[in-house]
């Protein structure tokens, strides 16, 4: 359901943004789409298991060191996949009572 509702949002309210005049809040109410995106709907989506091994594999500080490069040359598939695994709790079906 929230998957729906997500990417419900998603398709809606993008092409409105775009008809908005005041582009400062048009960047502002992107960005929150975009957080909801990667706090909720990503995580529900991908096995907890390439999580834990993405954890695994690299280094808190390698990871935001990372960020800060992908971020100052704004390759906003990086930093989506990066924000992704930074926001995902240990447990994703405990803490979204799927249990």
Known sequence: MVVVYGFFLVFL???LLSRIRNQSIV???????LLFVIQILI??????????????????QDIRQ?????LN???LFHVV????????PPDIDNSLGLI
């Open 13 to 15: 309210f993008f092409p």
């Open 27 to 33: 960047v502002k109410m992107k960005h929150n789409l």
């Open 43 to 60: 995580p529900s989506l991908l096995p907890q298991s390439v999580l834990t091994l993405f954890l695994r594999i690299v280094n808190i």
């Open 66 to 70: 990372m960020m800060l490069i992908i």
């Open 73 to 75: 040359q704004q390759k």
């Open 81 to 88: 996949l990066m924000l992704v695994y930074l926001s995902t």
